[in-house]
């Protein structure tokens, strides 16, 4: 016990030496040429989000000609992107996308590894050794590295190595679906750990393909090999670093919010783009997005840099590097005008392109109204009747609440169509009565008084709504089990005499068509986890009710201009709010639905410079979306 101890004791120390030594060296590093790193960083986000953007749009609009489709929604999005002709441009994207990573990545190992043996660098030294390696990345034999780059990096979103890299950051639905499934969220964790590990032991596998001659496979071998008996070091030295990291962008977005704003209100009693203090905490928010996106990259590739030659010199084995990748290339004038008149005659059209297009920005928006999804489920059971009480005691202008049959006809209110989510018991609600239904209770698990809460009928729900001047969004939940549900659902409705103030919505258009057959008067909005193209020629739908990913201001000025309002779900963070606003929504939906109230007393409804200001800080924040 006692050689036990002062083996940790002893290691404790020297990875204590080690860690300064790394912390010292990452800044070193990242200090010789700040200036030149940064600009190629912005340089390479920039142009990221311009062609990505472009692209983007251009392959969907081929992937829709080639499928004879519109747009792309809930109904058709598998058929669309399962076609031969998708999955192969699809590919494309993907690999265009991971050369833009890794022409940024390249470029900053580039200059580490530089400054690494004491030389400087310059733009034209970054752009060449990016060039370089999105060569060699062309070979078939190295086209493995599209997966790491494009799909592990992001989804692990660990380790931020380009502004470049797409965001894959899993929609707010879905990880709710599979945090409330104990099953789906096991397997989660399992997988995410299981990939988390597996980038760790490939992480260097990057630093050997960009500054060696050695394919991919051979680099992977590397990486594993380099990392036997530093695995530790690695993560915790990684740590520390992501840690340290965060802690300065969180006091720098911080600081600079507080003091744009005061110096602005020294000069104007309307300071303009940051009108009050109450908004701070959106705009820490996004300064902090845009330094990570920008100052992360160059610290995460530093210390991956001091780690790949600490480990290098203590193991002679490994092969000697590319000279290529210490090679300074001389400015020059005629290439720096090529460059300009190049990144000119992309970006001025384009910048003429998206002011014409983005001309409606010039207006001021409205407040959008706020929507207790499932009531207000925060502080009260899900879809149930003090959930829809609080909302009203909260004077909210809509809920939101979703719908199932029993097996004698009864319309009650359900997310699921079981009740094992909620009541812990395995009981379908199709295989049951109402009746029988009400043996079990759906609060007992949530502090505060919701004891012996049962599931409610639709009826209930939409006389309570009528009583305190609520609207109702019904979902229908389609299943096999149902019988004429769009029928029961209208009677219900029509028995209340809440036609008027009823919107039904559906992720399927089938029921929304049926609902529309029977009563062409009401209400309806197709519900979209995913929206694109030219939505707005849905026929059968009045309105949209649209995932907050996929609003743009766009999207919804197209939408506004058939005539259609546009609902979004589900909104939990305040972060957002502001960017939605400027999009210019109608109704926001939230499980939170008094944070979001007194977000949206916060935010700014002007248009011109404001709003394009925050639509624009918004899509920089989130460029890899």
């Not at 000609?65 to 494309?92: H, K, R």
């Amino acid at each position: 016990m006692k050689k036990r101890a002062e083996k940790v004791k002893t290691w404790s120390k020297d990875f204590w030496k080690e860690l300064k030594f790394f912390i010292k060296n990452v800044l070193l590093l990242f200090s010789q040429d700040f200036w030149e790193v940064m600009a190629f960083i912005f340089g390479c986000a920039i142009m990221t989000m311009l062609f990505t953007q472009i692209l983007k749009n251009a392959f969907i609009n081929l992937i829709l000609i080639a499928n004879g489709e519109v747009y792309v929604s809930p109904d058709n999005v598998i058929s669309v992107f399962t076609s031969e002709i998708s999955i192969f441009l699809i590919m494309l994207f993907l690999i265009l996308v991971t050369f833009m990573s890794l022409f940024e990545i390249a470029g900053l190992l580039h200059t580490f590894s530089m400054a690494k043996i004491g030389r400087e660098t310059n733009i034209s030294s970054m752009v060449i050794a990016g060039l370089r390696t999105c060569k060699k990345a062309l070979r078939p034999r190295n086209w493995l590295i599209v997966p790491f780059i494009v799909v592990l990096l992001p989804i692990t979103e660990v380790l931020s190595l380009s502004s470049a890299s797409f965001k894959a950051a899993i929609p707010g639905f879905i990880r709710q679906s599979i945090e409330s499934n104990s099953d789906y969220s096991l397997i989660f964790r399992i997988v995410y750990i299981a990939l988390l590990l597996f980038e760790v032991t490939y992480i260097f596998s990057i630093n050997f393909f960009v500054l060696k001659d050695d394919d991919y496979n051979k680099s992977l071998r590397q990486s594993r090999k380099m990392q036997k008996g530093n695995y530790l070091k690695t993560c915790l030295c990684m740590l520390t670093l992501t840690l340290v990291l965060n802690f300065f962008i969180n006091a720098v977005s911080s600081t600079l919010v507080t003091n744009i704003r005061d110096a602005i209100s020294l000069f104007e009693k309307n300071t303009g783009i940051i009108t009050k203090s109450s908004q701070i905490g959106s705009y820490v928010y996004i300064i902090k997005q845009i330094l990570n996106a920008t100052i992360a990259p160059a610290i995460n590739n530093a210390g991956l840099t001091v780690l790949f030659y600490r480990y290098i010199e203590k193991n002679k084995s490994f092969s000697m590097l590319n000279p290529k990748i210490f090679q300074r290339i001389p400015f020059s004038k005629k290439r720096a005008a090529i460059a300009l008149a190049l990144f000119l005659l992309i970006v001025g059209p384009y910048t003429y392109y998206l002011s014409t297009k983005y001309a409606f920005l010039k207006d001021p928006v409205e407040r959008p109204l706020v929507c207790a999804h499932r009531g207000d489920n925060v502080h009260a059971p899900e879809n149930t009747m003090p959930a829809f009480e609080l909302a009203a005691t909260a004077n909210l202008p809509w809920i939101e609440l979703d719908v199932h049959q029993t097996i004698d006809d009864v319309i009650v209110v359900s997310h699921d169509d079981d009740l094992n989510r909620v009541t812990g018991t395995s009981i379908t609600i199709h295989d049951n009565t109402y009746e029988e239904l009400q043996n079990y209770y759906m609060g007992d698990w949530m502090p505060g008084n919701f004891k012996k809460v049962t599931i409610p009928t639709l009826k209930e729900a939409l006389l309570l709504a009528k009583e305190n001047n609520m609207k109702v969004q019904v979902e229908i939940k389609p299943t096999p089990y149902d019988r004429n549900i769009e029928e029961k659902i209208l009677d219900v409705i029509n028995e209340t005499g809440m036609h008027d103030n009823v919107m039904i919505i559906c992720l399927k258009d089938a029921p929304l068509k049926r609902i529309k057959q029977l009563d062409p008067d009401i209400t309806v909005a197709y519900c979209m986890f995913i929206a694109w193209s030219d939505v707005e020629k849905i026929d059968f739908t009045d309105n949209v009710s649209i995932e907050e990913g996929n609003i743009t201001p766009d999207l919804v000025q197209k939408l506004h201009k058939e005539g259609k309002k546009v609902f979004c779900w589900t909104v939990d963070e305040e972060d957002t709010i502001q960017y939605l606003v400027s999009c210019g929504v109608d109704v926001i939906g939230t499980d939170n639905p008094m944070m979001v109230v007194n977000a949206l007393d916060k935010v700014e409804y002007s248009g011109g410079l404001t709003r394009c200001f925050n639509i624009i800080m918004n899509s920089i924040a989130n460029m890899g979306r």
